[in-house]
Each structure stands twice: as C-alpha cells, then as structure tokens.
C-alpha cells in the first residue's frame, strides 16, 4: 500500500493567466487605436440633443454632456497612448541608454558628473519634473512627451550603466579590448545583448506609468490639450458633471484601467521570465 | 559607521546642489522677461523696474543663484504673485493637509500590505498568491483621479459617509479632520499598497524560508504564531523602510487627489502655481517638496543602516 | 526493544527535476545511536526531515510505511503532529548562525516551545531553562537569557541550541551535522556534550555527519547514504571494520592516513570507486 504526501507548491504553474489578460487588453487597446483610423464617426460632433445617452448600435458607449459619441472618442485617445506613452519612453529609454553607456565607459570624472544628474532627476518625486517642464515649455502634446520623456530617463542610464560596469569586469569584454576593439565597439555588440532583455523587461511597465502620468497630467489640464483626445482629458471634462451624472466617466475611467493594467501584466510576466533566469520569483 | 553617515550626508548634499540648479536654471531657461513673467504682463514699467532691483534680475547668473539658494536655506522662498503672500507661509499653511493625508494613506496601505502580502507569501505559488498578485496590479493600475470622482459622488454626495469638502483646519477636532481625509487617503492607499505588497511578500518569502523557522516547526508551535512572531520580526524591516520612502515620494503625488477632493494641500498648490505661472511659487514648491523627499530618504537610509548592523554584529 | 522509526518504501523527488531520495528500509532503534553518514547532498537531513514529519514543501514524496513513535506524522492533525513533535523530538542544526532568530532574545527562544507544549507558564519555563544552560555548561544562563544569539560564540550558540532541544526532555534528538561549523576543539566539546546526555537520559539519537571518525566514535549504528540511496547498514564496528559495499569501502579509503606520500596527489571517492580497492 503507497501513500503519497502531498504539497501545494510542488506543482509547477502551468497556464499563464495574468499575462493571457495583459496581452488580451493591448490587443483591445490597439483595436481601438485602429478603430480610430477607420471610423467615419466624428469625435468633437457636438449633438445637445442627444446627451448622455445609454449604449445603443448608433452609440456603442453612449453619449457624453456634449453629445459627443464616447466610443470614438476613447478610440481617438488610443492615439495619446501611443504617442505619448510609447513614444515618451522611447525618447527616454534612448537617452537614458546613451548617458549610462558613456558613463560606463568613461574616465571617473565624467562619470561622476552623469550619474550624478541622473540622481538629481530621480530625486524629484512623483509628478513634479514633469510638471516644472510642462511650466517651461507650456503644455499640449509634444511637450507632454518630452516632459514625460525626461521622467523616464534615470532609469534606463541607471539600468545601461549599471550593466555596462558589471560586463566590464568580465573576462569576455578584457579579452575583446586585448584583440583590440573600442570600447564603443564593445559596448554595442559585447554588452548590449545582455543589456537589451533588461530593456525590454522594463519598457513595458516604464509604459504603464508613462500613460498613467499623462492621463494625470491631462486631467489637470496640464498635459494633451483640445482637440487631441486623451483618457486623461476626458475625465477632466466630465467632473462637472459627475456628480449627477456619475456614469460619464465610466468608459473613460475603464478605458484606462485596462491600457494601464495590461501593459503592467505584460511587464510582470517578462520580468518573471528574466529572473527566472537567474533564480525564483 | 560614521564615515558611511557623512559619506550619504555628502551625497544629500550634492543632490540638493543638483536639484536646486535644474529648478533654478530650468526656470531661468524661460522666454520672455522674468519680471514681466512673475507680474503678469499688465503689469506697470515701475513695478517691473523695481522688481528687477529687488530680485537682482539683471546681475548675473551665478550671483543670483546663490542669492536664492542663501535666501532659501534662511526660509525665504520670495513671494508668489498669484496669493499675493510669502511663499514659505503658504506652504507652511498647506502643509498640514498633506501630511495628514500622506501618513494616513501609507499607514492604511502598510497594514493591508502586511496583512496581504504574508497570505501571498505563507501561500507562495497557489492561487491564492496569484489571486493576490493579480488583484496588486489591479489596484495598482486603477487611476486615483478616477476612483477619486467615483468615490465622491457614490459614497460622499450620495451616501453621506463622507463629507463632500475636505474642510480641513487645525482648530477643528482630530476626528473631524480624519474623517475629511480618510476618503481621499483610501483612494491613494489603493495606489500604494501595491508595491508595499510586493515588498512584504518577498521579504516574507525570504524570512520564512531562514532556519529559525525550522526550529519553530520542531518545538511545534502554532504556525501562525511562529509567522508573526519569528518570520514577520525580520520581514518587517525593508517593507517599514519601503513605507517611509513612499511617504516621502507622496509629497509630490498628492496633486491630483487634492484636486478632486478640493483640500487645500502642498499638491493643489503646487498645479495652481503652474496653472497660473507663478514662479517663485512654483520654485519654492519644488525646492521644499524635493528637499523633504531627499532628507526623508537621506534619513531612512542611515536608520535601515544602522538596525541592519545591530543585527550583523557577531554573525 | 521497540523501534522509534520505522520507514519502509520512501521516495523522495523534486517534481519535474530529479529524484532526491530512495530508502527501501531505515529503522531506528529505541535507545540507540544511528550515525548517518555521507557526502553533502547525499540525501541525509531530507530523509530525517520527512521522517518527523517536515517534508520540506518543494518537494513530494511517497512510502509505503512511516512511523514516528507508533504513529504515521502525515496522517496527524497539525495540531497533533505539533504535539508529536514539540515534546518528543528534539533538533540540533548544522547552522548555528540561523537556527536562532537573530532579533529575538534566547529567553523567548528557549521558553516558548515548552510553554506552548503545556509543560508550565513561564516561571517554571525560565527555571527549566536554567536547568537545562547549566547542564550544557553555560557559566551564567540568567544573564545570557537576556542576550541576543548574535552576541554569542559559535560554541556557545551550538550549545544553546541543545538547551533548547533539551526543554521538553525529548525522546529522540536528531543532530544534523552538529559540529561542521565550529571549530576542532569546540567540536569535541559539543559531542562529548551529546554523549553525556545520552548516557544520563537514555533517549535515542540520530547523528547525521560526513566526518567519519565521528560517527564512528559516537554510533551504535550506522547507515550510509550516497546519492539519496542507502549503500549500507550495520552496527559500526560491521561497517567500519568489515565494510560490504563498494561506496562504503571506498568511502573508508578515501579518509586522508598518516602515511600518506604527501607528494602523491589526494585521492577522491571515484579513483577508489573505479579501482575496487579494498582497505
């Protein structure tokens, strides 16, 4: 007779759902954007004498106080989340990439300075940073993107930086210096192979919060202004009426729920799949 | 040790050099005429004339920093155009609001985090853990602002748990002023106890894997006392530490609840003062939010330190 | 004489990954010594382990007989497995450092495992305490009470640790590598300790070591593991003078003899292994 002891975490995880939920919402995400492009339905139509109407085949999310089918204007605001969230962490993943390869690479003094006004920049909390550039450059998209960008730099000159010092110890990377390589030469081809995963893992989540703090900033009338379209703005514009009519902000409010949550379950599943390289989670 | 302390005071200190030049500078890169820019644009050549006296607009640069950064470091943030008033007793005047609102907000969100994140962690790898993790991305991705709007007019307007204005004063009763922001400060605990979560779990994770809970598995005593008081006495230090840094961290991050809530906080303060381009607020806001968050974490790190090698000694 | 442990049938497998141990029979004796020996990651501590009942939770197993005291610890309540075990098995760790919770003063410490057994509050708690420091040789237990482990010696700390195991006036002690963390002259102390206890209490033990010279001065019986299998079973003077299998012959060769030419190379476990040698 065998009797067997069972326990709970012996089995091994099998179906992924968090990540089948994160890659399902971008999907709905990118259909949006798509929709965008396609729809003949136009975003800023005001229509007074159909406000706030419910879900109907001409109005799939109702109307919003203006009349305005909310549909169309959530797909338009896909737009914003492409340009701004995607496109603020590309500029600062770029830049951020850059500062920390150089710093890496060059003399202590050099690196010293770098690191230390990417210390300044993180030391700003929160919003703050984006805030005082919107101040100086004014709001509207493009800047929004810079100012948003410039957020995202420290992380990834920390990240660039922090790989190109540990590869430099490596036995590898002394052995391409003695064949003679430069060191930009081995920087791009020794150490960015391994550095580049570190990225990805990271771009996603870093797009997560970039949405999440231009929908702030449009909220507060700081950031994507009329007549682009953002999530953000969109809320903005409902708080008059909010109180009556309480169900207005809900495709909005869902909307950027589900950019924010799937770009964040994405990045958890790729993050648990660099550590898995190197250990449990 | 106290080389390692004035090694960190050290690098405090060149940070706040760094951010007070990027704030200083930033603002210096401004088209336009600072006078003009400070006092609004009906403003009369006289007062902009004097103006420029006063503040030293037309020495050169480097005087004027450090004639700011001395004016600072003495409390003098100069005076906002928008209020009318002096920058440091504005500040002064809303800070209380957000400190309250930041404690309570951390300190709502660290319980629930170790409440949470040890279940995650005791039950590592089962779909309670999942459950868990899933439900931390959840709350983490729900926009404050939003849930802010849902929250005020379901359980403030309609209800009337909550009151629907955040009067908030010092001369009122302590109970009073909670219950203005405790609604406010759940909606941004939902924000927070996400990564507190994370952190509490992995701690845990790590203390109950350590060899003392063995010996409490062989003197056989109840498993959740051995959890709370062997495994959580270790864990608890990072998450606490992790608290403190998000406190810090919130004192930029209360604008947007703030304004939707309408409480006369650092943060609504702060977007006023963008909204309506006034400068030397806008400068002392981020020079005083900035400095707290740098000394906050300047002062966290020495004490992490400092417990970290009382348990290190002898071992 | 009846058998404290019985296991018959137990394997022991890492899913999806390997498998960890395989022991057709082990039994321990009441009143006996039972050395454990092996190479590290030979299966020794986890075989032990789930035999009290704390299969670690990464891993899974089956058996087909497992008895503890006449009693099957998988088929316990928690709340009898933590009665089984609080007040009839006592462990001395190989880790010294992390046995103890470093923040948490050794009063706590000693104390809490009895009380929780019902053997007295905490009057009587701090007295057997007392008692039990004395006995292991500490010079002044009140004052050490109040100390945190981390201010205390490796030798000290070992000796603590069978106070604690000591509290409950256990019938079985397991030493899991006792001494490979202390120093030689600690180490002796410490096992001399051990055999003391034994001779006074007349419980049984398990000493689980790869030092053979160990094992052999302080077991009855022996048990040899190699990669979670059992090569052999005896009483030591049959293992360790008329040795059967190959891992153990080999094993016994490969322990560093006085005569050795300290030009020729060391010689490990598999040069013995391949070349039959016979001691």
New interface residues.
């Given amino acids: 007779?065998?009797?067997?002891?069972?326990?709970?975490?012996?089995?091994?995880k099998g179906f992924n759902f968090s990540l089948f939920l994160g890659v399902f919402f971008i999907l709905i995400v990118i259909g949006l954007f798509i929709w965008s492009f396609i729809t003949s339905v136009d975003p800023t139509l005001f229509d007074m004498t159909n406000r706030f109407d419910g879900w109907s085949m001409a109005h799939p999310l109702g109307t919003d106080q203006f009349g305005r089918d909310v549909l169309t204007r959530v797909a338009y605001s896909m737009r914003s989340v492409f340009t701004v969230g995607v496109g603020s962490v590309l500029l600062g993943l770029i830049i951020g990439m850059i500062i920390g390869s150089i710093a890496g690479i060059a003399p202590t003094f050099i690196q010293r300075l770098l690191m230390s006004v990417v210390d300044g920049l993180i030391a700003f909390p929160g919003i703050l940073l984006a805030m005082l550039i919107v101040f100086i450059l004014g709001d509207g998209i493009e800047n929004t993107v810079v100012a948003i960008g410039i957020m995202m730099v420290p992380s990834y000159a920390k990240l660039s930086y922090s790989t190109v010092i540990e590869n430099k110890q490596k036995l590898y990377v002394k052995a391409a210096k003695s064949y003679g390589l430069s060191n930009f030469q081995i920087v791009v081809s020794h150490i960015y192979p391994d550095l580049l995963p570190k990225i990805v893992t990271q771009f996603t989540s870093s797009v997560a919060g970039a949405i999440m703090i231009e929908a702030s900033l449009s909220f507060l009338g700081l950031g994507v202004q009329p007549p682009n379209a953002s999530l953000g703005l969109m809320l903005k514009e409902a708080q008059k009426d909010v109180l009556l009519r309480p169900e207005i902000v809900i495709p909005a409010g869902v909307s950027l729920m589900i950019v924010v949550l799937g770009f964040n379950l994405i990045g958890d599943a790729l993050n648990d799949k660099l550590l898995n390289r190197r250990g449990e989670s | 040790m106290a080389v390692y302390i004035i090694k960190r005071f050290l690098q405090t200190v060149l940070i706040m050099l760094i951010v007070s030049l990027i704030t200083f500078f930033a603002l210096k890169v401004l088209p336009g005429d600072p006078a003009v820019l400070i006092l609004g644009t009906d403003a009369t050549p006289d007062s902009l004339a004097l103006l420029r006296e006063s503040m030293g607009l037309d020495e050169p640069l480097t005087l004027q920093y450090l004639n700011w950064i001395g004016d600072a470091l003495r409390f003098d943030l100069g005076e906002s155009r928008y209020f009318g008033g002096d920058v440091t007793t504005l500040i002064g005047q809303r800070l209380p609001v957000t400190i309250s609102l930041a404690i309570l907000s951390v300190g709502i969100s660290f319980i629930l985090a170790l409440i949470f994140g040890t279940i995650a962690a005791v039950y590592r790898q089962t779909w309670v853990d999942n459950l868990i993790r899933l439900l931390t991305q959840v709350f983490s991705s729900v926009p404050s602002f939003w849930l802010g709007m849902l929250g005020l007019t379901y359980l403030a307007a309609r209800n009337g748990w909550f009151p629907v204005t955040g009067n908030f004063s010092a001369s009122a009763g302590l109970l009073v002023n909670i219950r203005a922001i405790l609604l406010p400060a759940l909606i941004m605990a939902v924000g927070e106890v996400g990564i507190l979560i994370r952190q509490v779990r992995s701690s845990m994770i790590n203390a109950l894997r350590?060899?003392?809970m063995?010996?409490t598995?062989?003197?056989?005593?109840?498993?959740p006392?051995a959890i709370i008081?062997?495994a959580m006495?270790?864990a608890i230090m990072t998450p606490v530490t992790l608290a403190s840094l998000r406190f810090a961290a919130l004192f930029g991050g209360t604008a947007v609840i703030e304004t939707v809530f309408s409480l006369a906080g650092l943060g609504r303060l702060l977007v006023v003062s963008v909204e309506q381009r006034d400068m030397m607020l806008l400068q002392g806001i981020v020079l005083f939010i900035t400095a707290v968050v740098v000394m906050i974490s300047f002062v966290t790190d020495i004490l992490y330190t400092q417990i970290n090698k009382t348990?290190?000694?002898?071992? | 004489m009846s058998q404290v442990l019985t296991i018959r049938?137990l394997e022991i497998d890492?899913?999806?990954v390997k498998q960890v141990v395989k022991v057709p029979e082990l039994v321990l004796n009441e009143g006996e010594i039972l050395g454990i020996v092996g190479e590290s990651g030979s299966g020794k501590s986890v075989t032990v382990k789930?035999a009290?009942g704390?299969?670690p939770?990464?891993?899974?197993?089956?058996?087909?007989e497992?008895s503890l005291f006449g009693k099957n610890p998988?088929q316990l309540s928690?709340k009898e497995?933590?009665?089984?075990?609080?007040?009839n098995?006592?462990?001395i760790?190989q880790?010294t450092?992390?046995?103890?919770?470093?923040?948490?003063p050794i009063e706590k410490?000693l104390i809490?495992?009895y009380m929780?057994?019902g053997y007295g509050d905490k009057q009587a708690a701090i007295k057997r305490a007392i008692e039990m420091l004395t006995a292991v040789g500490i010079q002044n237990p009140p004052q050490l009470l109040k100390q945190l482990p981390?201010?205390?010696s490796g030798g000290m700390r070992q000796r603590v640790n069978i106070a604690?195991?000591m509290?409950c006036d256990p019938k079985l002690i397991i030493a899991d590598e006792p001494t490979t963390a202390l120093d030689a002259e600690v180490q002796h102390q410490v096992m001399e300790l051990l055999a003391s206890i034994h001779r006074k209490t007349t419980n049984t033990m398990i000493i689980i070591s790869h030092d053979l010279s160990l094992i052999k001065a302080y077991s009855d019986r022996v048990v040899v593991m190699y990669q979670g299998n059992i090569q052999e079973t005896g009483t030591v003077e049959e293992i360790f003078e008329n040795p059967q299998a190959d891992y153990t012959k080999a094993l016994l060769a490969v322990n560093l003899t006085l005569d050795q030419d300290p030009d020729e190379p060391l010689k490990d476990i598999s040069y013995f292994m391949e070349r039959n040698i016979i001691l």
């Fill in positions: 007779m065998e009797q067997t002891i069972v326990n709970a975490q012996a089995k091994k | 350590s060899e003392y063995t010996s598995e062989v003197k056989g005593l109840k498993r006392s008081k062997y006495r270790s348990i290190r000694i002898g071992g | 049938q890492e899913p999806k789930t009290i704390l299969l939770k990464t891993l899974r197993g089956s058996y087909q497992l998988y928690a497995l933590r009665a089984l075990i609080g007040k098995v006592g462990f760790p880790n450092v992390e046995y103890l919770h470093p923040l948490l410490q809490d495992g929780t057994q981390q201010e205390l604690m195991a509290m």
